[in-house]
């Protein structure tokens, strides 16, 4: 077994409403004054309320250009050398830039979530992709996140969709997790610890997210909403904190990366491409039941699990054969599964899920 590294949690998480009140003194106690703000223009005027006003520090806000890109790293690195902290506020790929900005730049790095759409907010990774949006690649960084600010007065007023389809990436956790981890005959305590966070990911958000989602829509800061948020930020995070290698990802971010390959699915979320995979995934190990099992659940929340519904037309074979060979790449995360596979099987899988009665 390859040697498991357990980044388990940020130094600090909070997941309250009103904890940006508390920002200014968190960062004092580090002894920082020159602060490097990352944002987005949407994620900047979600924030902006929350955030301290006429404070002692001193903030220079950047905004990032659209992608967590190669360039886009290096253009930020270069204006950040003159600062003591990073804080990224925004989305998966706006934090992900912040902590790659922050890796570069040996600073660290304050992350202030405006969606529940991933759990990038928590682990030390940032996914990297070209300027037109294509997958590349993962980085995983030695160091954990400093801090992790969650204001739920924020989340409150996020898009629905973004919560959808941090729903179905951290769904996703599970079984992604569970086709790799279950290879071990005696796995370590952490890849355990990965295994279960992983399975309360599933079980918590079947049972909260429907109501969730309509808490969300009436703006009510319920129990339910803060399972959901916290599931997918912490939970979600943690299976690949503990887990490492077996708890990050298989076939479903596979199918996701193919997707991207393709400009039909780029108005869809990265989770939204990951329900699909899900789906696929499971095709591949023949379990229907669970398919079954599932669909009454992407139903109700809208995730995709039809070719149309991705864009994409089922009679263009050569396109999805194109999707699948990237699917299938050697690098791809589909072969921790220990099945064989190739593009030929994920076409079938395609074509089989279509056939599925809805």
């Given at each position: 077994?390859?040697?498991?590294e ?18 200014e ?14 944002c987005?223009e ?6 902006e ?10 903030y ?13 790293i ?6 950040s050398?003159h ?14 830039l ?22 990038a ?5 940032s ?32 898009p629905?969709?973004y ?17 790799i ?29 429907r ?28 299976v ?6 077996y ?14 390959k ?9 989770g ?13 190990e ?8 599932l ?64």
């Amino acid at each position: 077994m390859d040697m498991i590294e357990v980044r388990g949690a940020p130094n600090y998480y909070v997941c309250e409403s009103g904890v940006l009140t508390h920002l200014e003194a968190l960062l004092q106690k580090h002894g920082f004054k020159n602060v490097f703000v990352i944002c987005g223009e949407r994620s900047w005027k979600a924030a902006e309320p929350y955030f301290p006003k006429n404070g002692k520090l001193t903030y220079s806000f950047f905004r990032y250009n659209g992608e967590c890109s190669l360039a886009e790293i290096e253009r930020l690195s270069s204006l950040s050398v003159h600062f003591d902290v990073i804080i990224g506020i925004g989305g998966g790929k706006v934090l992900d830039l912040a902590k790659a900005v922050a890796n570069q730049t040996h600073l660290d790095v304050v992350l202030i979530p405006t969606l529940a759409s991933t759990c990038a907010a928590w682990t030390p990774l940032s996914v990297i992709y070209d300027e037109n949006g294509t997958f590349i690649r993962y980085d995983i960084f030695p160091k954990s996140t400093l801090m992790v600010l969650v204001d739920t007065r924020i989340l409150l007023h996020s898009p629905v969709v973004y919560l959808r389809a941090g729903i179905a990436d951290t769904l996703a956790k599970w079984y992604e997790a569970d086709c790799i981890i279950r290879q071990l005959s005696n796995p370590p305590l952490s890849v355990k610890i990965a295994h279960q966070t992983a399975y309360l990911c599933k079980t918590e958000l079947l049972e909260h997210s429907r109501a969730a989602i309509n808490d969300l829509v009436e703006k009510r800061d319920t129990l339910s909403f803060r399972k959901v948020i916290e599931t997918i930020i912490m939970a979600g995070g943690m299976v690949g904190g503990f887990g490492d290698q077996y708890g990050r990802i298989a076939a479903a971010h596979s199918v996701h990366n193919g997707l991207t390959k393709v400009p039909e699915t780029h108005h869809l979320l990265h989770g939204e491409k990951v329900a699909y995979g899900i789906l696929v995934q499971l095709a591949l190990e023949e379990n229907w039941d669970e398919i079954h099992y599932l669909l009454p659940f992407y139903r109700d929340l809208k995730l995709p699990y039809t070719l149309k519904q991705l864009g994409l037309d089922a009679t263009e074979k050569e396109k999805l054969t194109y999707i699948a060979e990237e699917i299938v790449q050697p690098h791809e995360s589909i072969h921790l599964m220990n099945i064989p596979v190739d593009s030929e099987k994920i076409v079938q899988a395609f074509y089989q899920l279509e056939k599925l009665e809805v």
